[in-house]
Nanobody
Framework: VQLQAFGGGLVQAGDSLQLSCTTS????????WGWFRQGAGKEREFVAT????????YYADSVKGRSTISRDNAKNTVSLQVDSLQPEDTAVYYC?????????????????WGQGTLVTVSS
């Protein structure tokens, strides 16, 4: 199973960005999904997760109120919109899928990972 994240880039502080992730090789509509990020020299950290049907979402405090995670099971994609981006949001953003559908914020709970997409926020 291959996950591919895209949509990253260089933006200015205050801008918005939408990241997307899609899969090939298998339909992951029965998995819960998550987004994580990893800044330079930092550990990978949780950003957001969404349940099987999209009716439950959970966000890290660092992005709560300015981020929206969504999924389209028909298209086998999951997206993350982040508004009011700040330099501290600079990181490689990863999508991940959990076959046990735990809606977890733990990196270790995710089965499949995308390759990451870099988001750089300039001040």
């Amino acid at each position: 199973v291959q996950l591919q994240a895209f949509g990253g880039g260089l933006v200015q502080a205050g801008d918005s960005l939408q990241l997307s992730c899609t899969t090939s090789g298998r339909t992951l509509s029965s998995y819960s999904w998550g987004w994580f990020r990893q800044g330079a020299g930092k550990e990978r950290e949780f950003v957001a997760t969404i349940s099987l049907n999209g009716d439950h979402t959970y966000y890290a405090d660092s992005v709560k109120g300015r981020s929206t995670i969504s999924r389209d099971n028909a298209k086998n994609t999951v997206s993350l919109q982040v508004d009011s981006l700040q330099p501290e949001d600079t990181a490689v953003y990863y999508c991940a899928a959990d076959r046990y559908r735990r809606n977890s914020d733990d990196v270790a709970d995710y089965t499949y990972w995308g390759q990451g997409t870099l988001v750089t926020v300039s001040s």
